[in-house]
């Protein structure tokens, strides 16, 4: 099942930027989008959506690199920050100018987000795995990225099959530790049931080859309530 979590914050984008394997005219533009959404001066801006409105606020509509360049600047007061987010946004303009003749602002960022939606899709967690040793049961050979072994949370008898998609390894050995992207099967299972911080195992059949600790949950939907 896709996680349905629909991509809205910066907070989201960023990370689906650091775990993105390839390299890409795409991520780079991305990378200078969240840029200039961390530069702006906002207190506690979390929305993209927002972030986009302020933007065409305060440089006008539409959005070009004639109108950034141009705004006049005025540092006493509290844009500062604008100015350099301003010149992100610019060289992300000119770079999906040089790669795609695309200069439309908006089109731009709907590109961003079509791409990290499509792999927002893929993953429900984001975790750091362990896998044990040979000589404490674990395996006697590489696991490779896209393994899929079964998942085991201690307050359910429920097994799951959960993929692994290694961050910046594609081989790991028995007894090394490693940060992946999770899949689940089970997801209406565990609905509104998990959380950051739980720890789980991961097994082959009956044995448990390793354990993982949930660090950043990314499909709302398995979240559990906060209680009030």
Known sequence: MLNETPLTTIHQLETL???????HPLKEMASLFVGAMNDWDTEGQISIAEFNKEV???FGVPITTSKINNKPVNLSNSSAWKYEAGSSLVEMIRLSQKVDQQLDFDQIIEDIITYYQKQLEKIDFLAHLKYLDTSEGGRKTPAFSKYRPQIKFDFDDMQTSGEQTFI????????EEVEASIRIISVAHFQNRLQEGMVFEFREGPRIIGTGIIVQLLNERLRKPTDD
Not at 17 to 23: G, S
Not at 168 to 175: A, D, E, H, L, S
């Open 17 to 23: 930027i650091a775990i993105d394997p390839a390299a």
């Open 56 to 58: 065409k606020d305060f």
């Open 168 to 175: 910046n390894k594609t081989v790991v050995n028995p007894g």
